[in-house]
């Protein structure tokens, strides 16, 4: 997957699209994937200790000692920080702590914490707070799975005698089991549960590393190539022929420099007798349909290569002015109806028909301005949304990335209904 970096200015006028505004303000926000958006926090357990400062170091050197080889079946919890001060806990564990002393009692890692009152919300504990002096911390020693209080009690009894100025009580506390998919998630566990890190891995879909990377070299561009989309939807919209979406099939690296390969506005309703008479138009000139015929197409028009039909249920040839200064301009490397390294920009969420036809065409990127949450077929969250999530499937042969674009100046484009099949 090839990644453009500072694109040149691109003159959208030379697609007739002198109506576009520039450069608008807007920003990129990747999909969650379906693994993503159906992931729930695991918890686990974990026991933690208060310990001095100045003898932090040696009981760590002791546990990390008991523990040389995590194995498959270790919770190794890397994605927690190993100390916290007691400033720093999250108020859920410090209230858990402090009934915990209160009551001169530990929690039970065989327990149902789910339920647990003192986890969300106040607690009845009452009296003195643990202790909150600055030279002492909070040690997580490790999974509950790993070792029973008493063999914790029994390492800390032999590494720290007492005397030590650190506490001989093994507290157990719910943490998170699997690491944070993001940023957002690990600052939301570091209130609810123990500081967190979030170490830039994603066991759910694509690394971070790799989207944040394509969304940069996406961002300059993003909202001229969103403007044509919009402009040949318009044009659609107002020729009667479809309704107000639009697609643009982009090439990042033609000559160097990005350039639009074909753009489509929707045409389901051209050459209908009456829209009463088929609800739903023609399926198969739907945008994206119709632009990536058009790349087909284009690509017989290369030298030695005869045109043989004209027109057929697809509508996969320009109709509209943008349409056919797109289509005239520039040359698309063979390959078919494959669109091998293509972006796509889109100003509707695809159905669910034609976010399978962005997947079997090899598309590398797909864009979206409008989420369809009652027909879209990309996004993966239920509530709302179909929850397909189709861009990225470890059950499909063919993954790509995807966004959508958020524009900071513009409304969403509403459809007549959203139950329109964009």
């Known amino acids: 997957m090839r990644l453009r970096s500072d694109p040149p200015e691109i003159d959208l006028n030379q697609y007739g699209s002198s109506t576009i505004s520039p450069h608008s303000a807007g920003h990129l926000v990747a999909l969650r994937t379906k693994a993503e958006a159906q992931v729930v926090v695991e918890v686990t357990h974990a026991h933690v200790v208060q310990v001095a400062q100045k003898a932090a170091n040696t009981l760590l ?8 080889q995590p194995t498959n079946t270790t919770v190794t919890l890397q994605h927690l920080r190993r100390f916290a001060k007691t400033t720093s806990l999250p108020i859920p564990t410090r209230r858990r702590l402090e009934c915990s002393l209160n009551q001169e009692s530990l929690t039970d890692p065989s327990a149902d914490h789910e339920a647990d009152p003192d986890m969300h919300g106040s607690t009845d504990c009452a009296g003195t707070a643990f202790s909150s002096e600055a030279s002492s911390l909070y040690l997580l020693i490790c999974a509950a799975t790993t070792m029973s209080r008493e063999q914790a009690l029994e390492l800390l009894i032999s590494t720290l005698p007492r005397g030590s100025g650190s506490s001989h009580s093994i507290y157990t506390i719910p943490v998170p089991a699997q690491a944070p998919t993001s940023q957002e998630q ?32 996406l961002r300059p561009l993003a909202a001229d190539w969103m403007g044509l989309a919009k402009k040949v939807g318009l044009e659609a919209s107002e020729s009667s022929i479809g309704e107000r979406i639009g697609a643009v099939i982009v090439d990042p690296s033609m000559d160097g420099a990005p350039v639009a ?5 929707d045409a389901r309703w051209e050459e209908m007798a009456s829209r009463l008479q088929q609800n739903n138009g023609n399926v ?3 945008a994206v349909m ?11 028009y290369l030298p030695g290569v005869q045109e043989k039909d004209l027109r057929n249920a697809f509508l996969d040839y320009p109709t509209g002015l943008t349409e056919r200064t797109v289509f005239s301009q520039g040359i698309v490397e063979a390959g078919g109806y494959l669109c091998t390294e293509l972006e796509i920009f889109v100003t509707h969420e695809p159905c669910v028909m034609c976010s399978m036809a962005i997947l079997h065409s090899r598309f590398s990127k797909v864009v979206f ?16 949304g179909l929850g397909y999530g189709l861009w990225w499937l470890p059950e499909l042969n063919w993954k790509l990335l995807a966004w959508q674009w958020v524009d900071e100046e513009l409304q969403d484009d509403k459809l007549p209904t959203m139950d329109i099949q964009a």
Not at 62 to 68: E, G, Q, R, T, V
């Open 61 to 68: 050197r002791a546990i990390d000692d008991a523990f040389p």
């Open 186 to 217: 690990a600052v939301q566990w570091s209130l609810d549960y123990w500081p967190t890190v979030y170490k830039k891995h994603n066991p759910y879909g694509p690394h971070p590393s790799i989207v944040s990377r394509a969304a940069e070299a």
């Open 261 to 265: 390969v074909v753009a489509a506005g």
């Open 284 to 286: 198969m000139a739907h």
């Open 290 to 300: 119709r632009a990536i015929g058009m790349v087909a197409r284009k690509r017989r």
């Open 369 to 384: 301005t409008t989420r369809m949450p009652r027909t879209g077929g990309l996004t993966a969250e239920t509530r709302p």
